[in-house]
């Protein structure tokens, strides 16, 4: 049998159920691509499940505030995707009468929607043979191919993408698309691929060579740089504690923080700095990102300033309206497992 046809009647016995799966709607295949991207399934199905209830078409989200889609998209990360999938809403529902584009050339103008997720809208919801490649593609085909080269460039996936797209079958090329993520994610894993099950093994060249681990071949590792922070718990005698929404651009803009700043640049002082009277330091809280750790000094701290449109009170633990980064959450799960720690600087 061809790779394809090997691939595809795996796929038909073996795909997981996802509640986008039998959607041919593109405004749900690109919101489920959109959160699928650094995401897991098992994550995103609940989220995907809120989003669609609370913005079904892809009017609904254009029209709907910022702050809101922010809210729904809490806990998932990457806030600039939400960003992003609401303003490509926008340009859809203005530029395009509220219709997502066929063409690959028309559909690449949408903001957030890059050559992965065009390939994955057009095949999946309209039958277009484009591939997708993204990482698990990489993965399946550097080993199927065994290719000994980095696909940190422009080149090697124009490459691959010539080849994915030679290979799709035109009357299944959704299928393919995602039979191809699928195998990745399923069985060709990172580590340890399955492949005394793999469907595809006859065709496998690494599998041939006894070392699949070997490949995709490794540029240069991107540093995690460590940042270290100060982050201001800053209570109201109600037990709510001071948010302020991050204006600047940056990876939080439009979310909603505890007054923070750079620790090194403590002197200069960030955001809120220059109306806060910085505490002792209560604990030191982790979080990573995709290519920084965030090392973030919880310190007690009192608010001098006046209250501005970007600053709010909330009682954290029945927060509704503020959408606040998974980093800021963490810090808020631990005040509220440690009320006496901050309560001596409670304000008035
Ligand atoms: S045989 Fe192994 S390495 Fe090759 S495609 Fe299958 S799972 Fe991946």
């Known amino acids: 049998m061809s790779f394809q046809e090997d691939l595809l009647a795996w796929f038909d016995q073996s795909a997981r159920e996802m509640p986008w799966r039998d959607s041919r ?20 199905v609940p989220y995907f499940e809120r989003f669609m209830h609370a913005f079904p078409t892809v009017f609904a989200l254009a029209a709907a505030p910022q702050e809101k889609v922010l809210k729904r998209w809490e806990g998932l990360g990457y806030y600039s995707r939400a960003r992003n999938l609401q303003r490509g809403a926008q340009l859809v529902v203005s530029a395009y009468g509220g219709k997502i584009p066929r063409s690959l050339e028309e559909i690449l103008k949408v903001p957030g929607i890059g050559p992965y997720s065009a390939g994955a809208i057009l095949s999946i919801a309209f039958g277009l043979p484009v591939p997708a490649i993204d990482g698990n593609v990489i993965r399946v085909f550097s080993r199927l191919d065994t290719l000994r080269h980095a696909f ?19 009357e299944r090329a959704g299928d393919f698309n ?46 995690v740089k460590t940042l270290l922070l100060d982050v201001a718990v800053i209570q109201d005698g109600q037990g709510r504690v001071l ?21 090194e640049a403590a002197a200069e002082s960030q955001l809120a700095g220059q109306s806060l009277c910085w505490g002792e330091s209560m604990t030191v809280i982790e979080h990573v990102l995709t290519h920084r750790r965030l090392q973030m000094q919880v310190r007690s701290a009192r608010w001098q300033g006046a209250n501005g449109p970007d600053l709010v009170w909330v009682n954290a633990a029945q ?29 008035a």
């Open 319 to 347: 927060n509704q309206d503020y959408a606040v980064p998974v980093a800021h959450q963490k810090i808020l799960d631990f005040v509220r497992a440690h009320p006496l720690l901050f309560e001596m600087y409670t304000q």
């Open 243 to 263: 948010l302020q929404q991050q204006t600047q651009k940056g990876i939080f803009k439009g979310l909603w923080c505890l007054p923070w700043r750079v620790a």
């Open 152 to 170: 940190d460039s422009a080149q090697p996936r124009r490459a691959l993408s010539e080849r994915v797209a030679a290979l799709i079958p035109p």
């Open 178 to 223: 995602q039979a191809l993520m699928e195998l990745g994610a399923l069985v060709c894993k990172p580590r340890q691929p399955l492949c005394t099950d793999c469907p595809v093994q006859v065709h496998c060249q690494a599998y041939a060579e006894g070392q699949p681990e070997q490949y995709p071949y490794k540029g240069k590792k991107t540093q």
């Open 25 to 44: 709607d593109p405004y749900a295949i690109w919101v489920s691509e959109i959160m699928l991207q650094q995401t897991q399934v098992a994550t995103v």
